[in-house]
């Protein structure tokens, strides 16, 4: 054993955590040397296409496929009734409440479909291009139904049926009432007592999380073993449920997520394809592969978003909030997937925002429709609810003449008031909404942009500039388990890590969660430098395969730093630990007098003695100078489950130019500081912030799953739905206040929703507040030139056109009903 | 079946390939050049661009036999002797790249960009890569990538980066 020199203070390693290391996982994406799903070739591989109902809502009456089955290199032909017996149903985890109605999800359809791209059968060929030929060969018979399209119409008396075996089109209702619960007042009283309530309808429209990876599954059979790679955000989830689904033994069932090109939530799920790629595999014994064309993914993976929402917000004249009252439908779409209900229930506990509400009332009704099954997508809940309050508080500040930014200030929680329990009954940890506000104005520059707009106003400018806020918070790191049992939810939040000490010192962290771009490889590696004193580059971090890291609940709700990375920390607290003993033995010290600096133990007091952990570990692989009674490893693992979740927060600043005579907006400037707590890696937070804001002012301007009157997808290739490109979105102005969180040992909040979740209302509000003394107020998102300029000229928020009646907002405009909130007006009843 | 014959990252192929082949599925499937990825089908992604002859194109939108008797670059070949093209390296250090499934098609695009202009504008190099989707990240690094590596492309120093909007 080599007894190095104690490391002088001047020597000693910069600590990693808050460094901007370049990302390790770079180095095979940037050159190619990926591996992707697709990119898999196993000897003898068969391919898979998927035949697809055309029709939105029909009885099956015939499939045939002989035709199909004689098509040259077609091994086999499948279909629902082949599989009705072995398929089950895709898993819902989420029965929000007792008495929740599923319908059952089969993977390919028996009898009956329920919305265009639903499976009906199943090709397996020798090629691909083999297996998408004889699609076409595949001759089913469909009876068509009536399909239920609007979700205002689905639950109207007398409104045709989603799925006849049911009784209604609604799936559960669920409340959560503050003064039931014991956390608020009575709601119906604060409404009564009040001067002012303001009365709004709000659409979420329907978006696909729109992965640039399209999904695929890869299955290999060997002997009684199966082994699946899916492009998945969940690998541990997936082996368990298709476990659960199929009745393949969990133990004989490896998944493994290889590099996965993005999923915003869209891969958070069961899949019907991962499904049936498996059932084939087992059928055959053959290896499988299936990758679906964007079309299909479009079509059929599930999409986000989809609820209209009821909002009401009582207030005195002065502008102090006394109750918020929200109703909201949440369109399931034909079927539950894996957390289809749970995602508007994720929101019920954030629509009060930053603001000290002292009565709050959440009723959600989920809503079945013969579309695509709605389930997460990046915010998952949360963007929706920091919408309606966010909307709702600039409504009622123009109701009241107050500065939208007075009327948040006079409600927000202050920074002195953490942590603060909430209305809804989540305590909040910490931050400064006040810092962050003032952080954020001037990044924006926010008082010369007021005067330009006053100036635009008084010059009668045809293009208009109006500037919106978005002070928003947000529930992150899912979850405490605890919590999540107490919503019905049907698994922990928990995450697992280990870190295995290899005989020359390198380090191997194996970590549960699964990442899909977050750049968990080179957060992990920082976190175990500083812990372990080790040098970064000697960290490998291994993750995405059952095989390797048996335990794990993956990446999603902006979990991974916070679940998964404390659980890293402790692991690497238990090496330590264990590290100490070993060196107090070669060192011939107690465990007390030693100090753990720099990678190295030292005698305190006794320069030039130590021993470092790197050495510790081939000592603990020989093995031959070894404490008595103790095992001869110094690996560990930890599971953190949190007690509370994180709360990030930050203020977000939109500056919108709006020209009146076309109606196109454009983002002037947009300015964001957002407190996720402890940075671990600027870039990566800095990243994360900017792909949010992407998505949520994608949301705003641009995006839109649209169903025709037959319930056709007419957005099913991305040459109409519209993913904004670098010439769509504007340079974004960010910034960070840091007050750590309480509930980690790192500190961090969780970034990876930020953005997503803030920005929608604050681009909202800004093209609102640009045109809102020419009578506008309110325009259906995406605020496309044709809305906007309807709103101008033709009054109303905008919506109308040919498609209305068919999605979600129907062609409804929202009209004010400020100071009058009847069942039916806040059931949207001015349509 | 036809014959073609084609040079892909110095390399030279003869294979039969079916005439409806298109480029991006010869490579990736006959040629195992699976570092070029298809992310769409109605060639609004970028995601498989690769350069023809020197040109950038989306080789979904190119038939394999199209590129009989030319040369190919993917992003397989743009690295010279285990040195990193100025793109890749500037994509590294900008963090232009997440999840990274665009980034072959995003750095093939961004080299022909600056092959064409080399000292471009936010602006400019936001239009010019606006035939390549990604999802991750909102494209300001990419932009800043794209600036920094034109600036070491044509030997300017990367002192002025960022300043030019």
Redesign the interface.
């Known amino acids: 054993m080599t007894v190095v020199e104690e490391p002088t203070t001047a020597d000693a390693p910069q600590k990693e955590i808050g460094k901007a290391r370049?990302?390790k996982?770079?180095?095979?994406?940037?050159?190619?040397?990926?591996t992707?799903t697709?990119?898999m070739?196993l000897p003898g591989m068969l391919h898979i296409a998927v035949v697809r109902s055309p029709v939105a809502h029909a009885k099956i009456t015939e499939v045939d496929v002989s035709a199909a089955q004689q098509a040259p290199n077609v091994i086999a032909v499948f279909t629902g009734q082949d599989f009705k017996e072995e398929q089950g149903s895709i898993p819902c985890a989420w029965p929000v409440t007792p008495d929740m109605v599923n319908p059952g999800h089969p993977s390919v359809a028996v009898d009956e479909v329920n919305h265009v791209g639903e499976a009906v059968a199943v090709i397996v060929a020798r090629s691909k291009?083999a297996a998408q030929d004889a699609v076409e060969l595949v001759d089913v018979d469909y009876d068509l139904l009536p399909p239920v399209l609007d979700m205002e119409q689905a639950v109207a008396q007398d409104a045709h049926l989603c799925h006849d075996h049911i009784e209604s089109n609604e799936s559960f209702n669920f409340v959560f009432d503050a003064g039931d619960a014991g956390t608020g007042a009575n709601t119906d009283q604060a409404f009564a007592d009040a001067d002012v309530v303001v009365s709004r309808r709000f659409v979420q429209q329907r978006l696909i999380p729109?992965?640039?990876?399209?999904r695929s599954v890869v299955v290999q059979p060997q002997g009684d073993n199966y082994t699946l790679w899916s492009s998945t955000q969940v690998p541990h989830i997936l082996r368990l449920m298709l476990a659960m689904v199929t009745g393949t033994p969990e133990h004989k069932l490896r998944v493994i997520a290889p590099?996965?090109?993005?999923g915003?939530g869209g891969k958070l799920q069961v899949t019907p394809e991962e499904v049936i790629t498996l059932l084939v595999a087992r059928r055959l014994g053959k290896p499988v592969k299936w990758t679906e064309?964007?079309?299909e993914s479009l079509m059929s993976a599930h999409h986000g978003r989809d609820q209209i929402q009821y909002i009401d917000i009582a207030a005195d004249r002065e502008g102090n909030i006394k109750g918020l009252r929200c109703r909201i439908l949440a369109d399931m779409g034909a079927y539950l997937r894996l957390v289809s209900p749970g995602v508007p229930i994720l929101g019920a506990f954030m629509y009060v925002g930053i603001y000290k509400f002292p009565a709050y009332r959440f009723e959600c009704r989920g809503i079945f429709t013969n579309k695509v099954p709605t389930d997460a997508y990046r915010g998952a809940g949360r963007p929706e609810a920091t919408f309606a309050v966010e909307r709702i508080m600039d409504e009622l500040a123009v109701e009241l003449g107050m500065d939208p930014l007075e009327l948040r200030r006079k409600n927000w929680i202050n920074a002195e008031e953490f942590p603060f329990t909430t209305a809804a009954g989540l305590e909040y940890d910490s931050g400064d909404y006040e810092a962050a506000t003032q952080q954020a104005l001037q990044l924006l520059g926010y008082d010369e942009l007021r005067e330009e707009q006053r100036q635009r106003r008084e010059s009668n400018d045809p293009v208009q500039l109006g500037i919106g806020f978005s002070t928003f918070t947000e529930m992150c790191g899912l979850a405490p388990s605890r919590v999540l049992g107490s919503l019905s939810y049907g698994a922990g939040g928990w995450e697992n890590a280990s870190i295995r000490m290899l005989p020359t010192g390198k380090v191997e962290v194996v970590t549960g969660s699964t990442p899909?771009?977050?750049?968990h490889e080179t957060a992990w590696s920082q976190l175990v430098a500083d812990q372990l004193g080790v040098p970064f580059e000697d960290v490998e971090v291994l993750h995405g395969d059952t095989s390797i890291s048996p335990r794990g609940l993956d990446t999603y709700g902006s979990r991974s730093l916070v679940v998964g990375g404390a659980a890293v920390m402790k692991a690497a607290e238990k090496v330590v630990a264990k590290a100490r003993r070993v060196a107090a033995h070669l060192l011939e010290a107690s465990e007390d007098d030693l100090e753990f600096a720099g990678g190295s133990f030292s005698v305190r007091g006794t320069p030039g003695t130590g021993v470092s952990i790197q050495e510790i570990a081939l000592a603990t692989f020989a093995a031959h100078n070894w404490p008595d009674g103790m095992e001869p490893s110094i690996d560990a693992e930890a599971t953190f489950d949190p007690v509370n979740f994180s709360y990030p927060h930050g203020t977000h600043i939109c500056a919108m130019e709006v020209d009146t005579e076309t109606g196109l907006v454009k983002i002037r400037k947009y300015a964001s500081v957002d407190d996720v707590g402890v940075i671990v890696n600027p870039?990566?937070v800095?990243?994360?912030v900017?792909?949010?804001?992407?998505?949520g002012i994608a949301q705003a301007l641009y995006e839109e799953a649209v169903y025709d009157a037959d319930g056709n997808l007419t957005t099913g290739?991305?040459?109409d739905y519209l993913?904004p490109?670098?010439?769509?979105?504007p340079?974004?102005d960010t910034g960070n206040t840091v007050h750590a969180a309480p509930g980690n040992p790192i500190g961090a909040k969780g970034v990876g929703e930020a953005?997503c979740i803030a920005s929608t209302p604050a681009v909202v509000n800004a093209a609102l507040d640009a045109v809102r003394h020419l009578g506008v107020s309110d325009i259906l998102m995406p605020l496309t030139p044709e809305r906007v300029w309807r709103a101008i000229h033709q009054g109303g928020d905008g919506g109308d056109r040919a498609t209305a009646g068919t999605i979600a907002w129907g062609g409804a405009s929202t009209e004010t009903t400020t100071g009058v909130s009847t069942d039916e007006s806040s059931l949207g009843g001015d349509r | 079946m036809t014959q073609i014959s084609v040079r892909v990252d110095g390399a030279s192929y003869s294979d039969d390939v079916?005439p409806r082949t298109l480029l991006v599925h010869y490579l990736?499937e006959q040629l195992?050049?699976?570092?070029?990825?298809?992310?769409?089908?109605?060639s609004?992604?970028g995601?498989c661009t690769v350069h023809l002859d020197g040109e950038a194109v989306k080789s979904c939108t190119v038939f394999a036999v199209q590129a009989d008797g030319s040369e190919v670059t993917?992003?397989?070949g743009i690295?010279s002797n285990g040195t990193?093209h100025p793109m890749?390296k500037a994509?590294?250090?900008m963090?232009g790249?997440?999840?990274?499934?665009?980034?072959?098609g995003m750095?093939m695009a961004s080299i022909d960009l600056v092959n064409d202009n080399p000292d471009p504008t936010?602006d400019e190099?936001?239009?010019g890569?606006?035939?390549?989707?990604?999802?991750?990240?909102?494209?300001?690094?990419?932009?800043r990538a794209v600036q920094q590596a034109a600036a070491e492309m044509s030997g300017r120093s990367s002192d002025t980066l960022g300043v030019r909007?």
């Open positions: 370049r990302r996982e770079d180095a095979r994406l940037i050159t190619g040397r990926t992707w697709d990119n070739v291009t729109a992965f640039m990876e399209p590099d996965v090109g993005g915003f064309t964007r079309s899909h771009g977050q750049g870039l990566i800095e990243g994360q900017h792909g949010g804001l992407a998505q290739t991305f040459v993913v490109s670098a010439a769509d979105l340079h974004f953005g | 079916e990736r195992g050049k699976v570092g070029t990825v298809v992310g769409c089908d109605t609004n992604c995601a993917t992003i397989e690295a990193l890749q994509f590294h250090e963090h790249l997440q999840c990274g499934f665009c980034t072959p750095i936010e190099v936001r239009e890569i606006e035939g390549n989707l990604c999802r991750c990240t909102g494209y300001q690094n990419i932009v909007s």
